[in-house]
């Protein structure tokens, strides 16, 4: 029951790229009624760091990063989430997904359960859009592909400011409501 598929994420450049967003700064997205969508701010700063995407029990958290000209980094950092998770004694495994290699993490929760994320990122120009997804997508296709339509559809507007790698791009709530397609 997905109402589109998309190919992206895409660059706010990409002649593709969907046009009617909810604008968060740096990340850009369709918008969809079912879904319910969270800013998630940094204790003690009061920055967004994260936007996640609720639908039906289950999350996807979006966060965009500085990367340097002309380089793939989600490789690497795929390799020190994996060290730094397997350090704490998280159980880690890697896969092939859709959108390239990406790692299941079963974290236990304070009531002694266990809670699987799965992260997944796609390196842009000058760009990576992580995501994580938590909750039950993992029994549930259509949860899954609905989370994964909603990646698919993000825009990431990069800007010309210049961070270190790995530097969350900025985050902001949208001023307004969606901007509708000029002509409509």
């Not at 989370?147 to 790698?165: K, Y």
Request: charged share 25%; no cysteine.
């Amino acid at each position: 029951m997905s109402m589109m598929s998309f190919t992206g994420p895409y660059d706010s450049s990409d002649m593709s790229a969907p046009v009617e967003l909810v604008n968060f700064g740096s990340i850009g997205f369709v918008p969809n009624p079912q879904v319910t969508v969270r800013a998630e701010v940094e204790d003690g700063t009061a920055r967004i760091v994260a936007i996640s995407f609720d639908y039906k029990e289950s999350s996807l958290q979006l966060q965009a990063f500085a990367s340097p000209k002309g380089q793939n980094i989600w490789e690497e950092v795929l390799e020190d989430i994996t060290v730094n998770l397997a350090n704490q004694g998280v159980s880690v495994r890697k896969e092939n997904g859709p959108f390239g290699l990406e790692v299941f993490a079963d974290i236990t929760n304070q009531d002694g359960g266990i809670k699987t994320l799965r992260m997944f990122g796609v390196d842009g120009e000058r760009w990576l859009l992580r995501g994580t997804i938590s909750g039950k997508t993992f029994e549930d296709l259509e949860v899954k592909t609905f989370l994964e339509d909603i990646f698919r559809g993000v825009v990431v507007f990069r800007g010309e400011l210049p961070l270190p790698p790995r530097e969350i791009l900025p985050l902001e709530l949208p001023t307004g409501a969606i901007v509708p397609k000029a002509g409509l």
